[in-house]
C-alpha cells in the first residue's frame, strides 16, 4: 500500500551498503518512476546522469577538490567522505533540472517537479528494498565543471542508492495537528 511506502521511506546512507552492484533494470525501473512525477505545463524538467563504477570514483575526486580550492580551512575527514562516498554506492544519479527555455512558469515549479520525480524514485527504492538519500552538497554548483550540463540545466544534487543488511528504525513524527489550520469558516 502507498501510505506504508511513504511511512517506511528512509535515508540510507553509504556507509550502510554493502557494496552489492544494482542492476541496470533496476535503475532503468527506478528513473522510470522519476519520469512519471507531476509537471506543470508538462515541461518534464528532471534530467538524470547515472553513475557507476569509475564514474563514481571521478566524481569523488572531483568533489574533494572542488572542496580544496573553495574552502579556506579544508578538514581531512571532509577530503575523506567527499572520496570514499561515491565509491560506497551501487550507484549514484546526479539530479539535474532543466529550466524551460521558454520561463513559461516559474522556476521553483520546476524544481518542485524534479522533486517529485525524485520522491518517486525514492518510494521506488523503498518498495525494492534499496537504500537511497538524496545529498545537496553546496559543491553542486560547481557541476558544469564535470558534466557537461545543458543550456538552463542545472545540477540539485545526488541520488546515492545502495543496498543494504539489516532494519531500518523507525522514525517518528511531530503530531500533524501543530502544522494544520482548518479554516472552515
Known amino acids: 500500500m502507498i501510505f506504508d511506502l511513504i511511512k517506511n521511506r528512509r535515508s540510507v546512507f553509504p556507509a550502510q551498503y554493502n557494496g552489492k552492484p544494482i542492476a541496470r533494470a533496476d535503475i532503468e525501473r527506478i528513473l522510470e518512476a522519476a519520469n512519471w512525477a507531476p509537471t506543470h505545463k ?14 563514481q570514483a571521478k566524481l569523488g575526486l572531483f568533489l574533494s577538490l572542488k572542496y580544496m580550492e573553495h ?30 527555455p521558454l520561463e513559461s512558469l516559474p522556476e521553483w515549479e520546476e524544481i518542485a517537479a524534479t522533486a517529485m520525480a525524485v520522491q518517486n524514485m525514492w518510494l521506488c527504492c523503498t518498495e525494492m528494498g534499496i537504500g537511497c538519500y538524496w545529498s545537496s552538497p553546496g559543491l553542486v554548483a560547481h557541476m558544469d565543471d564535470f558534466f557537461d ?8 544534487g545526488f541520488f546515492y542508492m545502495g543496498h543494504f543488511d539489516g532494519e531500518l528504525p523507525e522514525v517518528s513524527r511531530g503530531p500533524l495537528e501543530a502544522k494544520v489550520a482548518w479554516l472552515d469558516e
Not at 42 to 55: A, D, M
Not at 86 to 91: E, Q, V
Not at 149 to 156: A, D, P, V
Open 71 to 100: 574552502e579556506p580551512k579544508p578538514k581531512q575527514f571532509k577530503i575523506e567522505k567527499l572520496i570514499e562516498n561515491p565509491k560506497k554506492a551501487g550507484a549514484i544519479i546526479a539530479i539535474c533540472m532543466q529550466r524551460d
Open 42 to 55: 508538462k515541461t518534464e524538467p528532471w534530467r538524470f546522469r547515472v553513475l557507476q563504477g569509475e564514474s
Open 149 to 156: 550540463l545543458n543550456k538552463g540545466e542545472r545540477c540539485l
